[in-house]
Nanobody
Framework: AVQLAESGGGSVQSGGSLRLSCAFS????????MGWFRQAPGKEREGVAS???????TYADSVKGRFTISEDKSKHTLYLQMDNLQPEDTAIYYC????????????????????WGKGTQVTVSS
């Protein structure tokens, strides 16, 4: 089974940056879809960014221009570079993955029913 482990969370002030990492293993197929979700207290988990095998990225409107998703296949690690962080970005961030090629367009929907990490806390103070 796919295993995911997030790291890199922490506390920063508004306008600061953090880089989250997700170490992954156990994929059956070389092709896969990966992404980041977050869940703030009292809110539903929401998709933040996704990256598929073809290199296509998607971002939630709230993070476009500030967050960047990338993958280092040689290190088996997914990243989320978060710049210009704001208090509303405060949440637990989760790494998600779907094994195998996904040819659809609902990336966040496709990720919701597959593999998850345990999450890492990001806190942004004003």
């Amino acid at each position: 089974a796919v295993q995911l482990a997030e790291s890199g969370g922490g506390s920063v002030q508004s306008g600061g940056s953090l880089r989250l990492s997700c170490a992954f293993s156990g994929f059956t197929y070389s092709a896969h879809l990966m992404g980041w979700f977050r869940q703030a207290p009292g809110k539903e988990r929401e998709g933040v960014a996704s990256l598929n095998t073809d290199g296509i990225t998607t971002y939630a409107d709230s993070v476009k221009g500030r967050f960047t998703i990338s993958e280092d296949k040689s290190k088996h690690t997914l990243y989320l570079q978060m710049d210009n962080l704001q208090p509303e970005d405060t949440a637990i961030y989760y790494c998600a993955a779907r094994d195998g090629y996904y040819g659809g367009s609902d990336y966040f929907g496709a990720l919701k029913v597959n593999f998850w990490g345990k999450g890492t806390q990001v806190t942004v103070s004003s």
